[in-house]
């Protein structure tokens, strides 16, 4: 069980990153990828991060430049597109259609799993 969190805490520091987390714990959820292919593809994609940011003089350090759900999305996107759930062409469209149309940021009213329907 996850620890209970203050309810001012905000996990995800915009919508997309909720999305993209929530996309990678459906599409695990339906068995379209093992949870352990996920996690060795964020780790690939932190270590590459972290690695070009070392070659980075403007961010020194262990920190990825990018952020952390940079790298979640990068890894989803490879998996996804590595287990011919998507084109590299239907990924780039559905990525643009979702960037045309942010969602709106929200609170949420309570601490309850993320559904997708």
């Known amino acids: 069980m996850a620890p209970e969190l203050p309810p001012e805490t905000e ?7 909720a999305r ?8 695990q959820a339906r068995g379209h990828f093992q949870w352990a ?23 020194p350090g ?10 979640w999305l990068r890894a989803l996107e490879r998996l996804t597109l590595a287990k011919g759930l998507l084109g590299k062409t239907d990924l780039d469209q559905r990525a643009d259609s979702i960037a045309a149309s942010p969602p709106a940021r929200t ?6 799993p993320i559904r997708i329907a």
């Open 20 to 27: 993209a987390f929530a996309l990678a714990i459906e599409l």
């Open 11 to 17: 996990v995800f520091a915009e919508p997309w990153e």
């Open 62 to 71: 262990p920190e990825p430049k990018s952020g952390y759900y940079q790298c």
């Open 107 to 112: 609170r949420a009213q309570g601490r309850e």
């Open 37 to 59: 292919e996920f996690r060795a593809r964020l780790i690939e994609e932190i270590a590459a991060d972290q690695s070009s940011s070392s070659m980075n003089e403007s961010h």
